[in-house]
C-alpha cells in the first residue's frame, strides 16, 4: 500500500529534506518513489524482493560510487520501522531521462550503451571491496542447468519437443564457446533500459537501483541489457578493461539471456524465445 502523504512528509522532515514533493512513477514492483526538485524518497513495497533490495542498494550504491561510477548520492537509509514498518532511502535527484521510456535516435541510443559498457568496467575494476557485515548483498547467479525448466515447459504444453531440443543443442554451443571462467568482480546486475538515466543527446548521467548488486561473474551485467545493444555496451566495456570479459564475451551475455528467457517462459508463456538472434549475439565478434 503507498504510504498517505502525511507519512511521505514526515519521512522527508525526519531527515531534513524541505520543500514540496510529486510521486514518481515506479519502473519496478520493489519501490514507491516520492521526490522534491532535488531527494528521491524511496519506500520498499510488500512485494517479495523490496526490503532485501532495499538493504542491498544501500551498502552497493555507496561503494560504486566512491569508486567513481555514476550514480546517486545515498542521502539516508532508515530501517528502524519507527515511522513506517518498511526500509527507506533519501537520495540525490538525478534530472534527466530514463533510457527505457525516451524517445532517442538510434546514435544517441548506442553512445548510452557504450558509456554504460564503460561504467560497468570501471566498476569492474575499481570495486576490490564491499563491506557487508549484514549479509545485504545478493548473490548473482543463473542455473546452468536448463533440464528442469525445459521439462517443465514441455509438459505444460508452452514449448514443443523441437524447440526444447533446439534450445537444449543453442546452451551446449554457447557453453563450448563460453568455456573458459571470466572470474568474480563486483555487479549490478540488473542494468535494465529502466535502471538507466540519460540524456536526449545520449549522454550517460546515472545507473541506479542497485538492489540485485554482488560478487559474481561480469558478464551477467549485460544480462539484462537489450539484445540488439549488447555489442555496443561490451565495445565500451573492451575500450576502458581489454580483455576483462575473456576472449568471448558475446557467447557469456547470450548463454545468461537464454536462461533468463526460458526461465521467463515458465512465468509468461507468450514470451519471444528468438533462438537465431541469442546464436548470431554468441558468435558475434
Given amino acids: 500500500m503507498k504510504p498517505e502523504p502525511a507519512l511521505v512528509d514526515a519521512m522527508f522532515e525526519t531527515h531534513g529534506v524541505p520543500g514540496p514533493w510529486e510521486v514518481l512513477p515506479a519502473t519496478g514492483v520493489a519501490n514507491h518513489i516520492f521526490a522534491t526538485r532535488d531527494v528521491v524518497l524511496r519506500v520498499a513495497t510488500g512485494h517479495r524482493d523490496g526490503f532485501s533490495d532495499a538493504r542491498t542498494e544501500s551498502i552497493a550504491a555507496p561503494v560504486a560510487r566512491a569508486a567513481g561510477i555514476l550514480t546517486p548520492q545515498l542521502i539516508a537509509f532508515d530501517d528502524t520501522r519507527t515511522l513506517v514498518d518498511h526500509p527507506f532511502s533519501l537520495w540525490e535527484r538525478v534530472h534527466g531521462e530514463t533510457l527505457g521510456a525516451a524517445t532517442l ?27 557487508d557485515p549484514n549479509d545485504y548483498l545478493d548473490e548473482p547467479a543463473r542455473q546452468h542447468n536448463l533440464d528442469r525448466s525445459l521439462n517443465r515447459l514441455t509438459e505444460a504444453g508452452t514449448l514443443d519437443l523441437d524447440t526444447a531440443t533446439r534450445v537444449e543443442e543453442l ?6 564457446r563460453a568455456a573458459e571462467p571470466v572470474g568474480c568482480r563486483f ?5 535494465s533500459p529502466m535502471n538507466v538515466m540519460c540524456t536526449t543527446a545520449g549522454e550517460l548521467l546515472a545507473t541506479i537501483d542497485w538492489g540485485d548488486a554482488g560478487w559474481g561473474d561480469p ?12 555489442p555496443a555496451a561490451l565495445a565500451g566495456h573492451e575500450e576502458e578493461a581489454p580483455g576483462l570479459l575473456g576472449p568471448c564475451p558475446q557467447a557469456f ?12 517462459l ?19 565478434e
Fill in 105 to 131: 535516435s538510434d546514435f544517441a541510443t548506442a553512445r548510452v550503451w557504450r558509456s554504460v559498457g564503460r561504467e560497468l568496467a570501471r566498476l569492474h575494476v575499481r570495486v576490490r571491496a564491499c563491506p
Fill in 171 to 176: 546452451a551446449k554451443e554457447l557453453d563450448s
Fill in 187 to 191: 555487479i549490478h546486475d540488473d542494468v
Fill in 219 to 230: 558478464s551477467l551485467d549485460f544480462a539484462a541489457t537489450p539484445l540488439a545493444a549488447v
Fill in 253 to 264: 551475455v547470450a548463454r545468461h539471456k537464454l536462461i533468463d528467457v526460458v526461465d521467463d
Fill in 266 to 284: 515458465l512465468d509468461t508463456p507468450g514470451q519471444t524465445l528468438d533462438l537465431e538472434a541469442l546464436r548470431q549475439l554468441g558468435h558475434h
